[in-house]
């Protein structure tokens, strides 16, 4: 119904009215009342529309008193407010049909005087409903520039909630897409979500947030109040979004500089580090995930991290940056005083990737060196050089730390390529011939072996089968390449040619 309508009973307490008489479905009298129209024809019902008084004579139906039942019931299905009649001209005889359709359907059907011109019944209550309307319009206006002003000065989305309670009289709660809180008000107070009304907040034909509202049911002031609080919060999200993408555009061009090579000067990162909220003060790690990793198209997963980083954040008094560029995550971990603070990250990120809440369940991550921030984009090639690594050579954790696999780094930028190749292919061909041909993995079991540095649990762990797979696995090695892993040396030498040929294999 409209809710900026008067009541039944409101429009009974007019002058011209105070003689009429409820005969049957008084439990409507709340009802709202938005129009009032004359019945002239018996086919009334497609003409019949929500919030309306229909008044009447029932001369159309005056030789068929069983049509009043109907008429009822048509009323109540199009959300009419009641039906006013004067019996004693036509209807002589109200049918019981018609009373008990009326009770049931809480439908008020209201006898009225003969000697009141219809005419003058319906100036009244079109007066009493348009004096109503205009005094909400008035209202209505009002809270919208206050609400507006408020906006406009800039005081803070805060400001309006508390405005919005104290009209109100009622606590308020707006929350993001997510369902994360924006603003409470009273501040502190707990607002039961599954109890309250609630309104989308639209912007741009997207729902950026809920508005909700700590009250059972609303009078017609309350309706225009929340109307326009509604308005008035969407704007406001509107300002905050314009003003997040203003600033995340200047932040992702500030890391574009950042990571490029030919990154800014000391003094240019001090001064945009600062106002881009990347604290140039602090040392930073950059750590990459896996290029085919989606993350940007996966709400979820991003959601994760920034819960992850805002609690870790918080904790650390040093703030994480999460940007994705192509699909690709690229994170910013900052470092307050010394490696342990630096390397908690590390934990946290390693538990987050094994939790397995997510559908990326084997996302890997490279991590670079720490390095002061007009610096970083060493740390952001160390990261993918890691991850590059970590995927050539078998890692078995999802995290890989540059420091762990430099040396590999190191070998892969040997030039002499062409020695090295002989090199490999003298000690390590055959192995690599007998996979190809059999379908086996004697070359990564053997690479696996050695970085282990010869245990045969790890490398089996590692593999994921029985140790004594792993003894039969060695054995076919020594025969096929006669290799022998007696001295340091020559476990180094098969080590370095194996990393040089995963590094460079195309």
């Known amino acids: 119904m409209n809710s900026t309508g008067v009541s039944v009973r409101e429009v009974l307490e007019l002058p011209i009215l105070k003689d009429s008489r409820v005969l049957s479905g008084a439990n409507g009298l709340d009802r709202l009342v938005s129009y009032i129209d004359i019945m002239e024809i018996p086919e009334i019902k ?41 019996p004693e001209r036509f209807i002589h005889q109200i049918p019981e049909e018609m009373i008990e359709a009326s009770d049931r359907l809480r439908l008020p059907v209201i006898a009225v005087p003969v000697g009141i011109p219809s005419i003058d019944i319906t100036h009244s209550v079109m007066e009493l409903i348009l004096d109503r309307q205009s005094a909400l319009l008035r209202q209505a206006e009002g809270i919208y520039k206050k609400l507006t002003a408020m906006v406009l000065e800039n005081r803070g989305i805060q400001a309006v909630a508390d405005a919005v309670c104290g009209m109100l009289d009622s606590s308020v709660c707006v929350v993001d897409s997510v369902g994360e809180a924006i603003v409470v008000s009273p501040r502190g107070s707990n607002h039961d979500f599954e109890h309250s009304l609630q309104w989308n907040i639209v912007v741009d034909k997207e729902i950026v947030g809920k508005f909700f509202l700590q009250k059972k049911g609303l009078s017609a002031m309350d309706q225009v109040c929340v109307d326009q609080a509604r308005l008035v919060f969407a704007l406001e999200l509107m300002r905050r979004k314009t003003a997040e993408e203003t600033e995340k555009r200047l932040r ?134 890691a991850l590059f690594i970590g995927q050539r050579t078998f890692v078995s954790t999802q995290s890989i730390r540059y420091e762990e696999v430099e040396v590999y780094d190191i070998i892969m930028e040997i030039s002499d390529k062409e020695r090295l190749t002989s090199l490999f292919r003298s000690k390590l061909e055959s192995i690599l011939e ?6 086996t993995e004697l070359l990564k079991t053997l690479f696996i072996y050695l970085e282990a540095g010869g245990s045969t649990q790890n490398t089996a762990e590692r593999l994921y089968i029985h140790r004594n797979s792993v003894k039969y696995r060695l054995e076919r090695i020594r025969e096929i390449a006669n290799l022998k892993f007696d001295s340091d040396k020559q476990r180094f030498e098969y080590l370095f040619c194996l990393v040089w040929y995963l590094m460079n294999k195309v």
């Open 46 to 86: 497609p003409w019949l529309r929500q919030g309306e008084i229909l008044l009447t004579t029932a001369y159309s139906i005056r030789d068929d008193s069983s049509l009043l039942p109907k008429l009822v019931e048509d009323l109540a299905s199009a959300g009419a407010a009641a039906l006013a009649f004067k």
């Open 252 to 385: 992702g061009d500030f890391i574009d500089e950042l990571l490029s090579d030919i990154p800014l000067t000391k003094a240019n990162t001090l001064k945009k580090g600062l106002q881009q909220g990347l604290n140039p003060n602090l040392l930073w790690r950059v750590a990459v995930f896996a290029e085919e990793v989606q993350i940007s198209l996966n709400k979820k997963v991003r959601a994760e991290l920034v819960s992850l980083f805002k609690s870790e954040g918080q904790k650390q008094g040093a703030h994480p940056h999460l940007e994705v560029r192509g699909g690709r995550g690229i994170l910013f971990l900052p470092t307050r005083s010394g490696e342990g603070s630096s390397w908690s990250w590390k934990e946290r990120l390693a538990a987050w990737l094994q939790q397995g809440n997510h559908p990326q369940q084997t996302l890997i991550l490279g991590i670079g060196k720490s390095y002061p921030l007009w610096e970083i984009a060493k740390s952001y090639q160390e990261a993918k050089k």
């Open 434 to 439: 007998y996979d190809q041909e059999h379908g």
